[in-house]
């Protein structure tokens, strides 16, 4: 038989998000290849990041997270689904994949040609929670959301510990609150959101705090106390103890990478599936995709695990494209992009944080201002708080946050298109964007914080740190009487900003001179009255006083 006539043969092993989009893309771009998918439980991909909404009656119906079945698979794209199927080892020599049928029991092998790895990730499970009580759950799969629902329709689940103040375990308590459940949420750190900078995980702390939502952080469970297998109460680092119905543990992932360590494939630093750009492995003719792999991160270059949706899908229609052609274009470098609702705010993140910054060795300076979403006289505005992080030498954006009601998801978009493409806080503040009263304000917020970084790089003023030591320095605060009384800031002479002029003569121009409001806004026209006016060391607190009173909170 003439080789060259034999239909390409691709196996995918998984589904869900990567393997799914992996499958289809192939077929996309191949249509004559034979392509067969694994799926190790029964459905073939679902909405993962949708269970906490169901769980909460957001999301209505439980259909509505199934994205695909198996015959829409069979029925559209020709493709081969075998359901409650695992793969259990790799013949890399022969390409051959055992297979397990869960349902029988019995060990069969598919032969491939090019093969595509999307096992995912499996969450962490504490070592208080082994063995698993029975009303302990994670909420990763169908299974688990449904062990959660059944649990609740008993009527009898009055208290709720959530494990973990990341995105996942954040939206559990909304939803749990949602349904009228008391929940107290665990965080092993003393913030939540670690992707975000302290002060502003403070913000929507505080938020979840009004919410009478109670939170133990940097105080995690360190044992459970178990009746007949159902845990009942749970004991803290502080030793108090915490009773509970209900338990959900979100304490993070970790990528399923037994089957290709197994077969020899290598591994990263971080413990995720080394690929080239093009998502192939250290076996060119495997190739993997989703939250088992490590990305390219965009501001380091540096490869690690980013376990997200939007990386999982594109790097399948990377590998499905490459594994179906031998041609694609290359995977891009991830940023870690991330957004969540919290009750009435939004929180939101791109690029690294301080910490993480500080951690590499990176340089970086950083911009804070707050501003209304669209234009503030046009009814329903609503306020955020946007952060900047960018080099000092050049202006290139290295991260950003933002916290607050309408408005933060099209923000953070803006800035994690503009870093992907290598951009400047110079280049943010010429952005042309489209500006209506009901959609935003003529200087976008995006516009706001790239003048104020802009003024930092220019010396126009520069800009002092909210957690800046203020000792020894002319502290010249701009705010009225009434915001200087709700927070007072010892030590400073007060002049506020619309009699600024006539006051020059009170203060020092030799002294090195920190100016003050509660946003930054007032500030700077007060620095910039200082500048013209001869004064050499004069800078502006970013954020101000509403952001400098944070960290006084989290000191």
Not at 14 to 24: E, K, N, P, R, W
Request: proline letters at 5%; aromatic letters at 6%.
């Amino acid at each position: 038989m003439d080789e060259s006539n034999k239909a390409l043969r691709i196996v995918v092993v998984g589904g869900v998000a990567g393997g799914a989009s992996a499958a289809t893309r192939a077929r996309r771009v191949n249509s004559k290849a034979d392509i067969t998918l694994l799926e190790r439980n029964s459905v073939v991909s679902f909405a993962n990041c949708g269970l906490p909404y169901h769980v909460g009656g957001e999301i209505e119906k439980r259909q509505s997270l199934i994205v695909a079945k198996k015959e829409l698979f069979w029925n559209r794209f020709r493709i081969h689904v075998k359901t409650d199927c695992e793969a259990v080892k790799i013949d890399r020599v022969e390409k051959l994949v055992h297979i397990l049928d869960r349902d029988s029991g019995v060990f069969t092998t598919i032969p491939y040609d090019r093969l595509i790895l999307a096992t995912g990730a499996e969450p962490n499970v504490p070592d208080y929670c082994v063995p698993m009580p029975s009303n302990a759950f994670h909420l990763w799969t169908l299974a688990d959301m449904d062990g959660i629902m059944a649990k609740l329709a008993d009527g009898k689940v009055a208290n709720a510990l959530v494990v973990g103040g990341g995105f996942v375990g954040l939206e559990v308590v909304e939803q749990l609150h949602r349904r009228g459940v008391h929940v107290t949420l665990v965080e092993r750190n003393p913030q939540i959101l670690t992707r975000l900078d302290r002060v502003f995980a403070k913000m929507v702390e505080n938020h979840i705090a009004s919410k009478s939502v109670a939170m133990e952080l940097g105080n995690p469970i360190v044992s459970l106390k178990q009746e007949n297998g159902i845990a009942v109460s749970a004991t803290l680092k502080d030793g108090r103890t915490l009773p509970l119905d209900l338990l959900i543990v979100g304490a993070g992932v970790r990528p399923r990478t037994q089957l290709a360590s197994e077969c020899g494939l290598n591994l990263g630093k971080e413990g995720g599936i080394e690929v080239n750009d093009v998502m192939q492995t250290s076996d060119p003719n495997i190739y993997a995709v989703g939250d088992i792999v490590e990305y390219q991160n965009g501001v380091t270059g540096k490869r690690g695990l980013n376990p997200l949706a939007g990386p999982a899908n594109r790097s399948g229609r990377v590998a499905g494209t490459h594994a179906a052609t031998g041609h694609s274009e290359l995977m891009g470098p991830v940023f870690g992009t991330s957004i969540v609702r919290v009750f009435d705010l939004t929180a939101a993140c791109t690029g690294l944080n301080e910490r993480a910054l500080a951690a590499i060795g990176i340089e970086f300076r950083t911009a804070i201002i707050q501003a209304a979403h669209h234009a503030s006289y046009f009814p329903g505005s609503e306020s955020m708080q946007l952060k900047i992080l960018y080099s000092p030498k050049d202006g290139k954006l290295l991260g950003a946050q933002a916290v607050g009601g309408e408005g933060v998801d099209k923000r953070i978009d803006i800035l994690a298109t503009a870093m992907y493409f290598g951009g400047t806080v110079f280049q943010l503040a010429q952005l042309d964007l489209a500006y209506a009263p009901p959609y935003g304000s003529a200087k976008d917020p995006i516009h706001m914080a790239a003048f104020a970084a802009c003024n930092d790089l220019n010396g126009t003023p520069v800009l002092a740190l909210p957690n800046a030591e203020l000792t020894g320095m002319q502290i010249v605060d701009v705010r009225t009487a009434s915001e200087r009384e709700k927070l007072p800031l010892p030590g400073a002479i007060a002049i506020e900003v619309d009699d600024f002029p006539t006051h020059l003569s009170e203060l020092d121009p030799e002294r090195a001179t920190v100016v003050v409001c509660h946003s930054g806004k007032r500030a700077h026209v007060a620095a910039s009255w200082l500048r013209s006016s001869g004064f050499k060391n004069v800078s502006n607190l970013t954020g101000g006083m509403s952001i400098r009173s944070l960290v006084e909170k989290v000191k």
